[in-house]
């Protein structure tokens, strides 16, 4: 027992707190394998503790009884039949307390210790001089949001981060980055000549042996981001399993768009009789939603952190097949690929190099049709004229996303100029009715999920 409690604490490391806590464990279904794990461990000790307090000090005959709400029970199976019925709630509450005490104790264990701040490394020499730059180059003119990442060893992570936070404020570049030991994962808009160099010092930089071919670029800018976030993560995508169980270097075979491209259509031209390939789609059902390569497989999945549990529940889905994945940009075809090969079940794993990003600057016209959903305040990328998507009210072609209207929920919604019209602009029947406080003053965070992902199927049956 001892060592199944230290391995789900190793696990659980590995997860963003942050994220585990704003839910307030509502919804334990939409908690990760690795954090329901935690979770479930600390609601056992819980129920156990609860019963122990019930222990009345009366032997007879050497047995042991427990009292409660007035009543005798002699059998472990009668008293924690009673407890499950009658003190369901009480058993919650000292779970949840137990969760976040554990939370919390993890977070003080990544602190240096005695409060002491480890020595920061001189990060000057990574500066480049921009003295020939003027402010006006960094803040005014044409500008393009940068995607990328690079797995490698990162002995000082957190270097690397305030390294990559001066780059970026000193060239007023806004974004996202994540650095971990295992490498680094970012998306930062700016001016055409900010972004500029900000390649050019990623490339010069001794740890990341980076080409310029890494960058995917698109049409933007500084105001596709609402600021600069940057931080140190276990990894830097966010899968929910430990890096140095499932490495990067298990990944399955590269393809190059064009090796990709003449791998779908040859699964197009068979037809029907495909039925040895899959073309799988890694992301997020509100990604597949909008554009997709024809006849993939997109899995009805949240976020990517339930990719390991989809994979886990749809085995026989892929065995013995060969399994051509692709991704936005690349990266969750790394850890994804490598985690479906940790399985040893498909034939063959291979993955899109430089993601749907890539392909399309191949293939503008090719097998992926609809629009490319992005991580910023754009949301999407236009690829071809092709609409795959409908409104959520009326049901005619739309592929634009927009927030929901309720102040409290982070949900995406398609909703088409008419029916916006009509004040048709939440995500579910609930969230519309809360719509009118949208713009109240209010402390309340929004939340990611909603009661509309309650009827979502949290990991789907695909087999």
Known sequence: MAAAVETSCSEFTNLEVESSVCYGLKQEKQLSASQRR??????????AAFVASMKDGCHDKGSTCWCCCGQTFSEHAAIHKHVSKSHYSEVQRLAQAAYERLIKRLEEE???????????????AWIPDISR??????????????????????????????????????????????????????????????????ISAMLSHP????????????????????????????????MG?????????????????????KEVEGLLAKGDSSSDTILLDCRNFYESKIGQFTRCLAPNIRKFSYFPDYVDQNLD??????????????????????????????????????????????????????????????????????VISDCRYCGLPWDQYELCSSQFCCQLVLSCPSCRQKGRTACCPSCQTKGETRHQETSQQPKEACECTDTRARIPQDV
């Open 38 to 47: 935690c979770y479930s461990f600390c609601r056992r000790k819980s129920f």
């Open 110 to 124: 990544t602190q240096p210790p005695n409060g002491h701040e480890a020595e920061a490394a001189d990060i000057s």
């Open 133 to 198: 730059v003027s402010e006006e180059q960094l803040r005014n003119g044409p500008g393009k949001v940068l995607l990328y990442y690079h797995y490698c060893q990162v002995a000082d992570p957190q270097a690397v981060c305030a390294w990559q936070k001066a780059l970026c404020e000193k060239l007023r570049l806004t974004g996202k980055i994540r650095v971990a030991a295992e490498g680094i994962n970012g998306t930062v808009g700016g001016t055409d000549v900010a972004t500029d160099v900000y």
């Open 207 to 238: 740890v990341f042996k980076m080409e310029k071919e890494d960058f995917k670029t698109s049409d933007g800018g500084a105001e596709c981001f609402s600021d600069l976030k940057v931080g140190v993560y276990k990894e830097i995508v966010p």
């Open 241 to 261: 399993v430990d890096p140095d169980i499932v490495s990067y270097k298990l990944a399955g075979v590269h393809l190059d768009p064009e090796e990709f491209h």
């Open 317 to 386: 889905l892929f065995r013995d097949k060969k399994v051509l994945m692709y991704c936005t940009g690349g990266i969750r075809c790394e850890r994804g690929s490598a985690y479906l090969r940790s399985k040893d079940v498909c034939k063959e794993v291979y993955q899109l190099k430089g993601g749907i990003h890539k392909y399309l600057e191949c293939f503008p016209e090719g097998f992926y049709r609809g629009k490319l959903f992005v991580f910023d305040e754009r949301f999407t990328i236009p690829s071809n004229s092709d």
